[in-house]
């Protein structure tokens, strides 16, 4: 299996700054990565798909970049609906894979 | 717009069978593969399965030998069965759409039912 690691594992961050969420896979993924963010009580939604392609409806706060095994999510200016936990996905092959997740709370 | 809702029981005794159902409303449900992902209490999600509309499926090996993940073109339906469950299976099971254009990804999820299991 891949194997997905991010970093760090929680982030305290306050609303409007910038935000870095970093994903590493256990070997060359290519651009096989997606970003998830999940509120509690909730459904995980998608947000950038193909590492850096934004999911139709999605805020363009978030953006994506990476290929091969580091990936990163950015979140250019923190909103309060923005405070979730976040995770990475790969698809290159299965089984599926998630990294351990990010929670992003409020400072 | 695509909705996608579960049922089944929610509470199960140690090696018993877990069973969920998912319908798929609104949409296509012939050009999608359907997921079962599942998240253990405080931990990260878990992709368990997925299946098509011809019956084709790909399992997470680690749950294989307990799975059975079916569909019913007829309701747009697509069902998990899982096996000699434990207290380890105890999760929020959620079911999904997988997007198979260009990279797979989970694009549309139902809302994630827990499932107890203990004796």
């Known amino acids: 299996d891949i194997q997905m690691t991010q970093s760090p594992s929680s982030l305290s961050a306050s609303v409007g700054d910038r935000v870095t969420i970093t994903c590493r896979a256990s070997e060359s993924i290519s651009r096989y990565l997606n970003w998830y963010q999940h509120k509690p009580g909730n459904a995980p939604k998608l947000l950038i798909y193909a590492a850096s392609n934004l999911q139709s409806g999605v805020p363009s706060r978030f953006t994506g970049s990476g290929s091969g095994t580091d990936f990163t999510l950015t979140i250019s200016s923190l909103q309060p609906e923005d405070f979730a936990t976040y995770y990475c996905q790969q698809s290159y092959s299965t089984p599926r894979t998630f990294g351990q997740g990010t929670r992003l709370e409020i400072k | 717009q695509v909705q996608l809702q579960r049922w089944g029981a929610g509470l199960l005794k140690p090696s018993e069978t877990l069973s969920l159902t998912c319908g798929v409303y609104g949409g296509s449900f012939s050009d999608y593969f359907w997921s079962w992902i599942r998240q253990p209490p405080g931990k990260g999600l878990e992709w368990i399965g997925e299946?098509?509309?011809?019956?084709?499926?790909n399992y997470n090996p680690s749950l294989k030998s307990r799975l059975t993940i079916s569909v019913d073109t007829s309701k747009n339906h697509f069902s998990l069965k899982l096996s000699s469950v434990t207290a380890a299976d105890t999760a929020v099971y959620y079911c999904?759409?997988?997007?198979?254009?260009?990279?797979?990804?989970?694009?549309?999820w139902g809302q994630g039912t827990l499932v107890t299991v203990s004796s």
């Open positions: 299946i098509n509309y011809s019956g084709s499926t």
């Open positions: 999904a759409r997988t997007m198979y254009w260009g990279v797979p990804r989970f694009d549309s």
